[in-house]
């Protein structure tokens, strides 16, 4: 019975990551979430009964480690073969999205906060950030970068390509993706020693 069903939750996460990358986390409801996954509203409802801000955290979440496992292979062979991999993941969203879609991490860390409340998703947001940080930071302290110029080189990488897929979907072009690979790509060559 659980083998059954967590098919239909995983679903139901991934199709509001989708629906969130898409149009951000206040203009998609929870009936929309639900719809766009092909997910009756009641199953979403018994999955998720604190509501949209528990979906949305998942589906945050959801991303997160989906591109953290992209990541951990690819940097496998050095930082800038992890890097690579994030853009070209990034790239084929944007692309074959037709320039609809982005990141649900960065849709749901623009939303403005209700006064003196941090939710639930913006958290798991800034949790993901990090994560991401974290291992290219890793990738490049083992590659001979010292740690602090790891960190900020990790953090560069993770806000610049997160920007560059919001200035993709706004010029519905790829060519922020290509100016930011090479500036990035020169910095981890210059950071790292082979």
Same mark, same amino acid.
């Given at each position: 019975?659980?083998?059954? !069903?967590?098919?239909?939750?995983?679903? $139901?996460?991934?199709?509001?990551?989708?629906?969130?990358?898409?149009?951000?986390? !206040?203009? #998609? !409801?929870?009936?929309?979430?639900?719809?766009?996954?092909?997910?009756?509203?009641?199953?979403?409802?018994?999955?998720?009964?604190?509501?949209?801000?528990?979906?949305? #955290?998942?589906?945050?979440?959801?991303?997160?480690?989906?591109?953290?496992?992209? @990541?951990?292979? &690819?940097?496998?062979?050095?930082?800038? +073969?992890?890097?690579?991999?994030?853009?070209?993941?990034?790239?084929? $969203?944007?692309?074959?999205?037709?320039?609809?879609?982005?990141?649900?991490?960065?849709?749901?860390?623009?939303? &403005?906060?209700?006064?003196?409340?941090?939710?639930? +998703?913006?958290?798991?947001?800034? &949790?993901?950030?990090?994560?991401?940080?974290? =291992?290219?930071?890793?990738?490049?302290?083992?590659?001979?970068?010292?740690?602090?110029?790891?960190?900020? =080189?990790?953090?560069? $990488?993770?806000?610049?390509?997160?920007?560059?897929?919001?200035?993709?979907?706004?010029?519905?072009?790829? &060519?922020?993706?290509?100016?930011?690979?090479?500036? @990035?790509?020169?910095?981890?060559?210059?950071?790292?020693?082979?």
């Amino acid at each position: 019975m659980v083998k059954s !069903s967590a098919p239909s939750r995983e679903r $139901i996460v991934a199709g509001a990551a989708d629906m969130i990358s898409r149009r951000g986390l !206040s203009a #998609t !409801s929870i009936r929309e979430m639900a719809k766009h996954a092909k997910a009756p509203l009641g199953s979403t409802y018994h999955y998720f009964p604190e509501g949209k801000q528990q979906l949305a #955290t998942e589906a945050v979440r959801f991303t997160g480690e989906w591109v953290a496992r992209s @990541l951990r292979k &690819e940097l496998e062979a050095g930082p800038a +073969a992890g890097l690579r991999a994030f853009l070209a993941l990034w790239r084929k $969203i944007v692309v074959e999205s037709d320039f609809h879609a982005g990141c649900p991490v960065l849709a749901v860390a623009i939303e &403005e906060p209700p006064a003196d409340e941090i939710p639930p +998703a913006l958290a798991a947001a800034a &949790e993901v950030f990090e994560q991401w940080e974290d =291992l290219l930071a890793a990738s490049l302290r083992a590659r001979g970068a010292g740690a602090e110029q790891a960190a900020q =080189l990790a953090t560069l $990488i993770v806000a610049a390509v997160e920007g560059t897929v919001a200035m993709c979907r706004a010029k519905r072009s790829t &060519e922020p993706l290509d100016r930011t690979a090479e500036q @990035l790509q020169a910095l981890i060559a210059a950071a790292i020693r082979d």
